[in-house]
């Protein structure tokens, strides 16, 4: 069954790093363009970071600009998303989606595949 499966998450004190993974299974992601989104407790799902599967042309969300790096590797079938210097206000639960011909940015819209979430949490 194709699917989109997010892995990363976890605890981690402010300032600190972590990367994010969402892999395909069962289609070929290199084909997709892929954003990544997320949901804090009480608030609306907002777009975070996408990647073109064309020619790799990227795009972040203000509040991430210089701290969060999208990536793919398509030998590994995977998006990446490096964060760095994450802050309590980067608590969410990060979701990844793809599709062929959008670029998820906007979560209102409907894309091909959605996964289930991997939970981040900022604090000390």
């Known amino acids: 069954q194709k699917h989109l499966v997010e892995s990363g998450g976890g605890l981690v004190q402010p300032g600190g790093s972590l990367r994010l993974s969402c892999a395909a299974s069962?289609?070929?992601?290199?084909?997709?363009?892929i954003g990544w989104f997320r949901q804090a407790p009480g608030k609306e799902r907002e777009g975070v970071s996408c990647?073109?599967?064309?020619?790799?042309?990227?795009y972040y969300t203000d509040s991430v600009k210089g701290r969060f790096t999208i990536s793919r590797d398509n030998a590994r079938n995977t998006v990446y998303l490096q964060m760095n210097s994450l802050q309590p206000e980067d608590t969410a639960v990060y979701y990844c989606a793809a599709d062929l011909l959008s670029f998820p940015f906007d979560p209102k819209m409907s894309y091909d595949y959605w996964g289930q979430g991997t939970q981040v949490t900022v604090s000390s």
């Open positions: 069962e289609f070929t992601l290199a084909y997709y363009n």
């Open positions: 990647i073109s599967s064309r020619d790799g042309v990227t």
